[in-house]
């Protein structure tokens, strides 16, 4: 057990997900920046049941919050912000894709999936991280080599994960403080300044059907609003940006 930036990290060697473990744990009495990192996971998970490929080399976290569950949907965006700021740190230039994607030059080399779960008479998020740090990309699945990079391979440098995560746990600190204390909308604008999605052309697929049209921003509750082809806003609160 040691500290990082205030959060108690408990480290694993492998788990299924670092997800799981956190939920686990918060069973357990763990607590509000409990942090749970492992090298590998055996099944880790992405949103709407995929998966994550997680070989040894990248980083896989979960870090646990305790936030108003009616502001979770912001929250789950600006959990990709410390994974773009760190990725800029370690000079590649990544940008995130609503809702929180974290890809280069078209190529995802992160992913955050949060989990909202009821534990000890409270709701908790569950905020999972993932990362290509170091990862091999030929250890990733063949399906998703393709679509796929990592810091390593992009800037040739293998990184610490420990240092990366200190970063990302401190610049995910001032986040989430910020959003607790309030200040939504200036974060839903560094979101925004952050998220290459905004000003595209997209279609998204929801669980409604697809939305087609301008990306035009993102609110300070979460949503992507789209204006479509005739010109009318559509607020998207869940969906995945496939065009
Ligand atoms: C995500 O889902 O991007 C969220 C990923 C969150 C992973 C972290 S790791 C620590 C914590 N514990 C867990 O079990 N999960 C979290 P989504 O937007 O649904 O994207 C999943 C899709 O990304 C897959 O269907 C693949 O196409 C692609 N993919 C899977 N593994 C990848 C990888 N390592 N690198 C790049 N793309 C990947």
Not at 6 to 27: C, I, M, P, W, Y
Request: charged residues 25%; neutral net charge.
């Amino acid at each position: 057990m040691e500290t990082i930036s205030g959060h108690e990290v408990l480290r694993f060697d492998a788990v299924e997900s670092t997800n799981e473990t956190a939920k686990e744990l918060l069973g357990e009495g763990a607590g509000e920046g409990t942090v749970i990192l492992a090298n590998r996971q055996v099944s880790g998970r992405g949103r709407h049941g995929r998966a994550w490929a997680s070989p040894p080399g990248g980083l896989y976290c979960s870090v646990v919050l305790a936030p108003e569950e009616r502001f979770v949907a912001m929250l789950q965006l600006l959990c990709g912000m410390p994974v773009v700021k760190a990725l800029r740190h370690w000079a590649m230039l990544a940008t995130l894709k609503w809702p929180n994607d974290v890809v280069f030059r078209g190529r995802k080399v992160g992913g955050v999936l949060c989990e909202g779960v009821y534990r000890r008479d409270r709701f908790w998020v569950v905020a999972g991280i993932g990362v290509n740090t170091n990862a091999p990309l030929d250890r990733l699945p063949e399906a998703v080599r393709g679509t796929a990079t990592s810091l390593k391979s992009e800037t040739g440098a293998e990184v610490s994960n420990d240092e990366f995560l200190e970063y990302m746990l401190r610049d995910l600190d001032r986040v989430y403080r910020g959003h607790k204390s309030g200040g939504r909308d200036v974060l839903a604008r560094e979101y925004m300044a952050l998220c290459s999605t905004i000003r595209q052309k997209v279609e998204v697929a929801t669980p409604g059907g697809k939305v087609r049209g301008t990306a035009v921003e993102v609110t300070p509750l979460g949503a992507l609003v789209v204006m479509d082809e005739s010109g009318k806003r559509v607020e998207v609160a869940d969906g995945t940006v496939v065009g």
